[in-house]
């Protein structure tokens, strides 16, 4: 007996035979094989696959009819999406999960990665999100340790990242004109804030960490290592004020934050304090917007240049 539950608007569960064989992301969708086998697929590859003949297959606690409608109730709800089987034929459903999306009123998933459009016919390219237009709000469950490229998604507003072991490289968040919030599972929106994990690796190249987000006021960091960061960490963030550092940060490279006009003396002092100290070490140097240089005093300066970095007034 294979047994398909939906748990949640986002989440199945699969068992085989009385054994829990899958419970997660809903991923999965079905297909009608010949002498009235329903094969139960997975996007994701890692994911095992099953079959049943549709007499031994429960869905939501009901045995279907038909194999027909064994294939249009599963993907009415599997990918969490509502009405995936309407008005489409049991030998047209589902051949691939971008079928299952392209047939619902609201495309919400791909991959595990759950999503809203602007444009209810849009499907995500599994290689990456970067550029898109019509991508307002992006989640990534924990699980994921490294994310695409967002880069140029002007529509994103919202955006949800895994919880721990992340590491970010060059461009991975450039040029999100429409961010209003980002945040990690477990953790509420705040807005104008982007909040990052506890312990994550960024490391730029010749890229950026944040640019060109005009609604972002405030970054919080936990325990952040740089590897390296040059030319630019933070830069053409208008309205940042705030640099909120929960633990240290580790930087290994020079580090550039310009442009960014508003940011506050405390939140460089808090800076200076969470570096680690480089003394007897290569010691590198930290740009800064002039005006924000100009805010700080000899003594606010002197926390840095202890631990063998020095600051430098940038544009």
Same mark, same amino acid.
């Given at each position: 007996?294979?047994?398909?539950?939906?748990?949640?608007?986002?989440?199945?569960?699969?068992?085989?035979?009385?054994?829990?064989?899958?419970?997660?992301?809903?991923?999965?969708?079905?297909?009608?094989?010949?002498?009235?086998?329903?094969?139960?697929?997975?996007?994701?590859?890692?994911?095992?696959?099953?079959?049943?003949?549709?007499? !031994?297959?429960?869905?939501?606690?009901?045995?279907?009819?038909?194999?027909?409608?064994?294939?249009?109730?599963?993907?009415?709800?599997?990918?969490?999406?509502?009405?995936?089987?309407?008005?489409?034929?049991?030998?047209?459903?589902?051949?691939?999960?971008?079928?299952?999306?392209?047939?619902?009123?609201?495309?919400?998933?791909?991959?595990?990665?759950?999503?809203?459009?602007?444009?209810?016919?849009?499907?995500?390219?599994?290689?990456? #999100? @970067?550029?898109?237009?019509?991508?307002?709000?992006?989640?990534?469950?924990?699980?994921?340790?490294?994310?695409?490229?967002?880069?140029?998604?002007? @529509?994103?507003?919202?955006?949800?990242?895994?919880?721990?072991?992340?590491?970010?490289?060059?461009?991975? #968040?450039?040029?999100?004109?429409?961010?209003?919030?980002?945040?990690?599972?477990?953790?509420?929106?705040?807005?104008?804030?982007?909040?990052?994990?506890?312990?994550?690796?960024?490391?730029?190249?010749?890229?950026?960490?944040?640019?060109?987000?005009?609604?972002?006021?405030?970054?919080?960091?936990?325990?952040?290592?740089?590897?390296?960061?040059?030319?630019?960490?933070?830069? !053409?963030?208008?309205?940042?004020?705030?640099?909120?550092?929960?633990?240290?940060?580790?930087?290994?490279?020079?580090?550039?934050?310009? !442009?960014?006009?508003?940011?506050?003396?405390?939140?460089?002092?808090?800076?200076?304090?969470?570096?680690?100290?480089?003394?007897?070490?290569?010691?590198?140097?930290?740009?800064?917007?002039? @005006?924000?240089?100009?805010?700080?005093?000899?003594?606010?300066?002197?926390?840095?240049?202890?631990?063998? #970095?020095?600051? @430098?007034?940038?544009?």
């Amino acid at each position: 007996m294979l047994e398909i539950n939906k748990l949640d608007e986002k989440n199945i569960e699969i068992t085989e035979d009385n054994v829990l064989k899958y419970r997660g992301a809903a991923v999965y969708f079905a297909q009608n094989q010949s002498g009235g086998v329903i094969s139960v697929s997975s996007e994701n590859t890692v994911n095992p696959a099953f079959v049943a003949d549709f007499a !031994s297959l429960q869905i939501n606690g009901v045995t279907p009819a038909t194999v027909e409608d064994a294939v249009k109730e599963l993907n009415s709800f599997v990918g969490s999406f509502s009405g995936g089987g309407e008005n489409v034929s049991p030998e047209g459903l589902a051949n691939t999960l971008n079928t299952i999306l392209r047939n619902t009123p609201f495309s919400q998933e791909f991959l595990g990665i759950y999503y809203e459009s602007t444009n209810p016919m849009f499907v995500p390219s599994a290689f990456g #999100f @970067a550029g898109n237009q019509f991508i307002t709000k992006l989640e990534f469950p924990n699980g994921y340790t490294s994310i695409p490229s967002l880069s140029s998604m002007t @529509a994103l507003q919202r955006l949800t990242i895994p919880n721990f072991g992340l590491a970010f490289g060059a461009y991975q #968040f450039t040029s999100l004109n429409s961010l209003e919030a980002l945040t990690y599972q477990g953790e509420p929106y705040e807005d104008g804030t982007i909040k990052i994990p506890n312990n994550v690796t960024l490391n730029f190249g010749q890229g950026y960490f944040f640019n060109n987000a005009p609604n972002i006021k405030k970054i919080i960091l936990k325990n952040t290592v740089v590897t390296q960061a040059g030319p630019y960490f933070l830069y !053409s963030m208008s309205e940042l004020r705030d640099l909120v550092f929960l633990g240290s940060f580790q930087l290994n490279n020079g580090l550039y934050i310009v !442009s960014c006009p508003n940011i506050t003396r405390q939140s460089l002092i808090d800076l200076f304090n969470a570096l680690n100290d480089r003394t007897g070490q290569t010691a590198f140097s930290i740009t800064i917007t002039a @005006a924000s240089y100009n805010r700080l005093t000899p003594a606010d300066i002197a926390i840095a240049t202890a631990k063998n #970095f020095t600051v @430098a007034s940038g544009t």
